[in-house]
């Protein structure tokens, strides 16, 4: 399978929103609704923020959400704050493996 | 809280066997998925395969010939060994507990938390 498709940075304001689309295909993304979000500071492992599609793990902060339509996955971020600022990859099932994206650099200006 | 701890050789020359091995403290062994999930420096996720308590594995298919993945159920801990690694097999390698969805119909893991603290191996003749 290929990489999910994500954007290579996004940025915002502290306090306003954004949102980071992951693209996949029909085999994956499309037909399933089992894409979980990651986020990772520099030199850390990847720490799970939405799994399932749009469910948050206990101790996630709920300005994290997560949404699904068709073969597009997104993660919105509000009230953006400087800790957000990060690398955020999507991971969706895909039958016989399990496929990332690319990655997103958020920068909080 | 369950931990994952890894270790294993962080040089290798090309052609050998890498060989790295994580253990879980604080939390069941069962009912899980064990994973190994690599980054090459600079660039993106790639998930390499999982195994559950009962040594039943699912793997990448573009790694599935050079992988094994195995368990240690009386040490609660599991291994990875990649063979005949090159260049381009350096990465981080992370290991992760695996959770599946139970509503859902797949087989294998969902989502990967929490994660090891990672370990870097180089391939370097």
């Known amino acids: 399978q290929s990489a999910l498709t994500q954007p290579a940075s996004v940025s915002g304001s502290p306090g306003q929103s954004i949102t980071i689309s992951c693209t996949g295909t029909s085999s994956d993304v499309g037909s399933y609704n089992l894409v979980s979000w990651y986020q990772q500071h520099p030199g850390k492992a990847p720490k799970l923020m939405i799994y399932e599609g749009n469910k948050r793990p206990s101790g996630v902060s709920n300005r994290f959400s997560g949404s699904k339509s068709g073969n597009t996955a997104s993660l919105t971020i509000s009230g953006l704050q400087a800790d957000d600022e990060a690398d955020y990859y999507c991971?969706?099932?895909?039958?016989?493996?399990?496929?990332f994206g690319g990655g997103t650099k958020l920068t909080v200006l | 809280q369950v931990q994952l701890q890894q270790w294993g050789a962080g040089l290798l020359k090309p052609s050998e066997t890498l060989s790295l091995t994580c253990a879980v403290y604080?939390?069941?062994?069962?009912?899980?998925?064990w994973s190994w999930i690599r980054q090459p420096p600079g660039k993106g996720l790639e998930w390499i395969g999982e195994?559950?308590?009962?040594?039943?594995?699912n793997y990448n298919p573009s790694l599935k010939s050079r992988v094994s993945i195995s368990v240690d159920t009386s040490q609660n801990q599991f291994s990875l060994k990649l063979s005949s690694v090159t260049a381009a097999d350096t990465a981080v390698y992370y290991c992760a507990r695996g959770r599946i969805a139970p509503a859902a119909p797949v087989k294998g893991s969902t989502r990967f938390d929490p994660w090891g603290q990672g370990t870097l191996v180089t391939v370097s003749s």
């Open positions: 604080g939390g069941s062994f069962s009912g899980y998925y």
């Open positions: 195994i559950n308590h009962s040594g039943s594995t």
């Open positions: 991971c969706s099932y895909a039958g016989s493996s399990r496929v």
